[in-house]
């Protein structure tokens, strides 16, 4: 488990994590093993000074405390709860474009103590987190801090994160995701599932190389998945039918990230080729749950709550964690939407076994779920195979 921690002066000693089984049995004690520092692009070129340290040899399924820190000061002891081993029962929170104005914090927090065991942040952090000189990146992890510090709270990027200069330099420097390409597209295994986050912005931007290359490393990674479960996100949606939006699907921009061009090659097909179970997307600032869906053809089930053996991944889109903006009309009559709502919320995953997954979109404006779905499928099917 890896724990990341930031300060706004340097702090001229070794840094590290204190951890055991109890608050006061602290007994193992794990050097960072990377220490940096990034200059914020704006105006008062502010430095920040993060430190990442792996705590190792941990229990399956056991709680564990830990304090992080230096001989100069250490925090205050935080608690989180390993995973069990092997292919086991998990509840993800999903959502995205979730900033320190409107933001739902309260409920995500509040979910966090019963109803889930790890975030998926799909892009669009903080609104964001290089404003006003990162100020408002440093106040949206004080305020997610009782979920960061007791879950894995794995991030991708969305268009927010750019930064005026295009560097992604507060994503890539706050947070450490796994693999080797600073957070801009990775993968892992927990249970049951397999999840693979990708970066939108090398279509938008049109860095063609990258493109090529997150294509490229799909493909491979999506090749050696042996879960039942694979779940896909990526900021910016291939279906959408927002109105004031719904050219926003159909702009070059997305839409080259659903079918492709000559220069960068597109998702969907890999997506259902390879068997991809669920794909989230933030970026509409609502929440919309698409019928199975390929090509722009849709395949209507008997029940909108229920898909068994779906033949196309279901693309859900999860953007109203609340941030700045109004809330998003969704008045246009695009065939492939099944269920949408515009109040602020997030998404919670059930994957209860291999063949039984739950999904449900909290509303924290009604306090209720307002989709409620089933997607069942024969053990060892993927869809694309039908």
Request: proline share 5%; hydrophobic share 30%.
């Amino acid at each position: 488990m890896y724990v990341a921690w930031l300060t706004m002066s340097p702090v001229n000693a070794q840094t590290f994590v204190k951890y055991g089984p109890s608050q006061n049995d602290l007994k193992y004690t794990v050097v960072s093993e990377d220490v940096h520092s990034f200059t914020d692009n704006g105006a008062q070129r502010s430095v920040r000074y993060v430190n990442t340290a792996r705590m190792v040899n941990l229990k399956p399924d056991s709680y564990y405390y830990y304090s992080v820190g230096s001989v100069r000061g250490m925090s205050k002891v935080f608690r989180f709860k390993t995973f069990p081993q092997g292919e086991f029962p998990i509840r993800i929170c999903i959502y995205g474009d979730l900033g320190i104005v409107n933001g739902q914090f309260d409920d995500i927090i509040n979910g966090a103590e019963k109803d889930y065991d790890m975030v998926i942040h799909v892009g669009d952090i903080a609104y964001d987190l290089f404003k006003e000189d990162g100020t408002y990146g440093d106040e949206f992890f004080r305020k997610m801090e009782p979920v960061t510090s007791s879950m894995p709270y794995m991030v991708i990027p969305g268009n927010h994160e750019q930064e005026p200069a295009q560097d992604f330099l507060h994503y890539r420097k706050r947070m450490k995701m796994p693999g080797k390409t600073e957070g801009y597209y990775y993968s892992f295994d927990v249970g049951l599932f397999h999840f693979a986050g990708l970066n939108s912005e090398f279509y938008a931007l049109e860095w063609i190389q990258q493109a090529k290359d997150q294509y490229n490393w799909l493909e491979k990674d999506l090749d050696k998945v042996t879960v039942p479960w694979i779940f896909t996100a990526i900021h910016r949606p291939m279906y959408c039918s927002n109105s004031g939006y719904s050219e926003d699907c159909n702009r070059p921009d997305n839409e080259v990230i659903r079918v492709g061009n000559s220069q960068m090659p597109g998702l969907e097909k890999l997506y259902r080729d390879k068997g991809v179970d669920f794909a989230f997307y933030g970026h509409m600032h609502s929440y919309e749950r698409m019928w199975p869906v390929y090509n722009k053809v849709t395949y209507e089930q008997p029940k909108a709550g229920l898909t068994y053996n779906s033949p196309t991944p279901i693309h859900v889109i999860t953007g109203s964690a609340g941030c700045h903006t109004p809330h998003t009309p969704q008045d246009s009559n695009e065939k492939w939407s099944c269920v949408r709502s515009e109040d602020f919320g997030f998404t919670i995953v059930h994957l209860h076994n291999s063949t039984h997954a739950h999904l449900r979109q909290f509303s924290t404006e009604q306090h209720r779920n307002v989709d409620d779905y089933w997607l069942v499928k024969q053990k060892g099917y993927r869809p694309g195979q039908a």
